[in-house]
């Protein structure tokens, strides 16, 4: 059974100082481990602040925002950030004649052209946008031009090769980001 601590530790002193050690050591980690969550939440914030610039930056929101109509003229909806194409709003695509190429509907996440219509998609992490996806779809949808990185042609006016031209560390920011939209 019990070990005799007199025969391990010979004297008091060094019994004291071996107890105060472990203590140190226990508290070391255990403050590692604080210091070390809040370094990741650090990080997490400073990804989604970096996406939520390149978002910006890439005016997203042209194309990802349904657009109001304001005494200034056409705005982006701000209650609808980059929630995509309103849900039945559709119309037939717009005879265009040269030296027309494209033309956009009122809420500026339609567009026609040549090669259809395409719609803006809801960027949201909502179940209708992109609840499913993960960071590697994301990666591959904008890398390759196809819908969830594997199945039908990303349309114009998506500049995805422009965006899939970004580095991997900025690409995981962008998706940070829109993971988090409220």
Known sequence: GDVDATRVYPNRKQLIRSGILIETGVVCVALAGVVGAQSDDAAKKA??????????????????????????????????????????????????????????????????????ISYGANLTPDSSGLGVWTEDMFIKTVRTGKHMGVSRDILPPMPWFNVGAMTDDDLKSVYAFLRSIQ
């Open 47 to 116: 990804m989604v602040e970096r996406g939520h610039a390149l978002v910006k930056f890439g005016d997203c929101n042209v194309c990802h925002t349904p657009w109001t109509m304001t005494p200034n003229g056409p705005r982006p909806d701000s209650t609808k950030y980059l929630s995509g194409h309103p849900a039945g709003m559709l119309a037939p695509a717009p005879k265009l004649e040269m030296p027309w190429l494209a033309a956009a509907n009122v809420t500026f996440t339609a567009w026609a052209g040549p090669w259809g």
